[in-house]
């Protein structure tokens, strides 16, 4: 079996036996048309992925599994493609960072500092804007207010793993027809692993066995997604704590198999190939690989460009990714795109830099960097972009 056969399979597979998201339809509609007006206007279209994607453990969600992804890089990201003349479709988490609205809307910069109660004894209701930060402000809504009347921003949003992959292949498989002028920037955090809806919990997982004596309904109370219960007797497992087998879980003091939660997820199947092969070929596809450890870094995203086909993977280091990243392309030498040295420098900390290296931590200074990589990024995105269009014969790059 090939692989592209094997891709269709577990497509197949992972579609048919998880529901759609209940916005799918209407989502799908307003990217539809969104595709077309652009499309029609010659306008370069977008999608940005964005934010990271919840792993449910019940059906009747109360517990998740997250990741750490607040959907700066989408967010920022969509703003400068803005800026250099893109339509974008924003696929964002629910709740996560917005174009424009993001530069008000974290913890430590909460929009209501920005604002005051005008001194005016005619309205004191009135709210305005503090003086020091009205220039910031007017710029942000000026380019706001450009987007939102050109129609050139549509935002959907998702927060599950199986919302986002069914959003995913339905937008790109309304790009395809773009061909190469479309562009999928999959800037998201997807979560590697899930839990089948098949061994879901219906209702909440409960941390006690105060319900026990409830009549159960449905299937067994043999549960081994919670743990809660032994999968052999389906009894509960509180009469036989002292004869437990501890294994390498365990930990002093020890914690009693029936109060533990046990989760067994299996691996969020690989769709990234499908993007190339079916949903949108001819798009010019962006994917990132983000990394702990330096030293792997540019072998994993080489590992991704090679399994995936896609047209370029940015790498970036948790630690660094504000101040770095690496473009990894077919054939091409690998770059590195920085802030300018000028501007990364801590003080006091020895020239050592390797152009071929990532940087080391110890010399970026705290704090937020003065430019956003973004802006660096984006323009970079594009000039590849518009070879790819030239490549493909596109009459207007």
Not at 6 to 30: D, I, Q, V
Not at 246 to 257: E, K, L
Request: with cysteine; hydrophobic share 40%.
């Amino acid at each position: 079996m090939s692989a592209t056969d094997a891709a269709s399979m577990a497509e197949e597979l992972y579609f048919n036996s998880h529901p759609p998201p209940k916005g799918l339809e209407h989502h799908t509609a307003l990217a539809r048309d969104f595709i077309a007006e652009h499309s029609a206007k010659g306008t370069r279209v977008v999608l940005v992925s964005s934010g990271g994607t919840t792993v449910p453990l019940e059906k009747n969600t109360v517990r998740f599994i997250d990741n750490f992804s607040a959907g700066t890089r989408g967010a920022t990201s969509a703003e400068y493609f803005l800026e250099a003349g893109y339509a974008v479709i924003f696929l964002h988490r629910q709740f996560s960072l917005l174009p424009y609205s993001r530069h008000y809307s974290h913890s430590t910069d909460c929009f209501l500092d920005f604002l005051s109660l005008s001194p005016s004894a005619s309205d004191p209701n009135e709210v305005v804007v503090a003086p020091q930060y009205r220039e910031k402000m007017a710029t942000v809504l000026r380019k706001y207010n450009a987007a939102k009347s050109k129609n050139l921003l549509l935002m959907l949003p998702f927060v599950t793993i199986t919302d986002y992959l069914f959003e995913l292949r339905a937008i790109a498989q309304l790009m395809h027809p773009l061909g190469p002028r479309g562009l999928l920037y999959l800037a998201a955090a997807v979560s590697d692993f899930f839990l089948p809806a098949s061994r879901m919990s219906e209702h909440k997982i409960q941390s006690t066995n105060a319900v026990d004596s409830v009549p159960q309904t449905g299937k067994p109370k043999n549960d081994s997604v919670t743990g809660l219960y032994n999968p052999e007797s389906q009894e509960s497992t509180s009469d036989t704590e002292d004869e437990e087998t501890f294994d390498n879980f365990d930990s002093s003091p020890r914690v009693p198999r029936a109060k533990r939660l046990i989760v067994d997820l299996d691996p969020v199947p690989k769709f990234l190939h499908n993007l190339v092969s079916d949903w949108s070929p001819g798009c010019y596809i962006v994917s990132f690989k983000l990394e702990t450890d330096p030293a792997i870094l540019v072998h994993k995203a080489k590992y991704s460009l090679d399994r995936y086909q896609h047209n370029l993977v940015i790498g970036n280091l948790l630690a660094t990714r504000k101040w770095e990243v690496v473009f990894v392309t077919p054939g091409h030498k690998d770059v590195w795109i920085r802030v300018p040295a000028a501007r990364r420098k801590k003080a006091g900390v020895a020239d050592t830099e390797d152009d071929d290296e990532p940087l080391d931590p110890a010399t970026l200074p705290e704090g937020e960097p003065e430019v956003e990589i973004e802006s660096l990024i984006i323009p970079a995105v594009e000039e590849l972009h518009s070879k790819h269009i030239k490549e493909f014969g596109g009459a207007k790059a």
